[in-house]
């Protein structure tokens, strides 16, 4: 079974750019996390998808970050425009359902803003 | 956000020692989850925990499920160099529409 695919592994850009990252959930997964992880902290959950819908999305900074799971499979995780805090490493991870289930992790992508 | 209590931080072992961290929380959790973060990679799922009282081993890794449902630990077995990494709890919190919590990590380190 394939895991959790996530793109692009590395990005630098610079402070005020664009950038987007993608991810695809492990099949037949229903919810779908967004985490920004900053070194040397735990995961902190930025969205939460169930199917194309948003659960929880109360730690997503709306006013630079926006993201999308349209067709209730893959998605992309927006930053316009990025600041220098936003250097991270950010992972996606799908569950089967939300609530009583195992989340499983892609490799996430490292973001560097210059 | 709200976060869950892990300890140690961190913890220095020698090679074959066993290794032994726990996460408490506030309120009713109705899953654990217990992971493993290698640098550069996402984290790793060992080992879930549906029950309060449960308690599961992979391999050299034990962990069990609070019997009050607001805590669980994690031993590992006869440590070895490849168990260096962090260590995250994870849970399922009944009273904030199962939103998944995490702890802040357990970083293990062998000393030479």
């Known amino acids: 079974e394939a895991g959790v695919a996530q793109s692009p592994r590395y990005k630098i850009i610079e402070k005020r750019q664009s950038v987007a990252f993608w991810c695809n959930p492990i099949?037949?997964?229903?919810?779908l996390y967004w985490y920004q992880q900053i070194l040397g902290q735990g995961p902190k959950l930025l969205i939460q998808f169930q199917n194309n819908g948003v659960v929880d999305d109360s730690q997503l900074p709306k006013d630079r970050f926006s993201a999308e799971r349209l067709k209730g499979v893959d998605s992309t995780l927006k930053i316009q425009p990025a600041k220098l805090e936003d250097s991270a490493v950010y992972l996606c991870?799908?569950?089967?359902?939300?609530?009583?289930?195992?989340?499983?992790f892609g490799q996430g992508t490292r973001l560097t803003v210059v | 956000g709200q976060q869950l209590n892990q300890s140690p931080q961190s913890m220095f072992i020698q090679e074959g020692e066993d290794v032994s961290m726990n996460c408490t929380s506030s309120?009713?959790?109705?899953?654990w989850l217990w992971y493993k973060q290698d640098p550069g990679e996402g984290p790793v799922l060992l080992i879930a925990?549906?029950?309060a009282g449960e308690l599961t081993s992979n391999g050299r890794l034990t962990a069990q499920f609070g019997i009050t449902r607001k805590d669980s630990f994690l031993n590992i077995s006869a440590s070895i160099p490849s168990d260096v990494g962090i260590y995250f709890c994870a849970g399922h919190d009944m009273d904030s529409n199962y939103q998944l919590i995490w702890g802040a990590g357990t970083k293990l380190i062998i000393k030479p």
């Open positions: 309120s009713i959790f109705n899953t």
């Open positions: 925990l549906y029950k």
């Open positions: 991870a799908s569950s089967l359902d939300r609530g009583r289930t195992e989340a499983f």
């Open positions: 099949s037949g997964h229903a919810t």
